[in-house]
């Protein structure tokens, strides 16, 4: 029995959040979207044109991904105001240039996850890719 392609497309949020977070093709979720791991500091921003599990186009029209800037932003200030109340909270610094320096820390060297991250959610979110599952676990 061949499950229909509305059954397929039904998955549970939690596997869609863990494959944004690595970042897999959002028709197959088989392959990365990168080339490269994200720590790669030459090759964390070349991703494949095409998904090589299932042939997916990665870059579904010029410019698409400028918009990835809105959700980069959105991950930078729940990351500058998470580090921020913490460090208030726990360390209780003397000056508040130690906070702004536990603020803007953290998305420095985050920011290769960052990118990543925001490119995921991008094609996730408006991409219009339809997970199709593992054919061969069907």
Request: hydrophobic letters at 45%; charged letters at 15%; aromatic letters at 12%.
């Amino acid at each position: 029995m061949n499950p229909t392609e509305k059954e397929i497309s039904r998955e549970p949020v939690e596997n869609t959040i863990v494959a944004i977070i690595q970042t897999r093709c959002p028709k197959c979720r088989e392959e990365n979207m990168f080339v490269h791991q994200a720590l790669n500091i030459k090759g964390f921003l070349k991703m494949h044109r095409s998904c090589p599990a299932c042939g997916q186009d990665l870059h579904p029209e010029p410019g698409f991904y400028f918009g990835a800037m809105y959700f980069s932003y959105g991950l930078n200030v729940a990351l500058m105001v998470t580090f921020g109340i913490a460090f208030e909270i726990l360390f209780h610094p003397s000056s508040f240039a130690l906070t702004l320096v536990s603020v803007f820390i953290p998305p420095l060297l985050l920011a290769p996850w960052n990118f990543r991250i925001s490119r995921a959610i991008m094609i996730y979110v408006l991409g219009g890719i339809k997970y199709r599952g593992n054919k061969s676990k069907a």
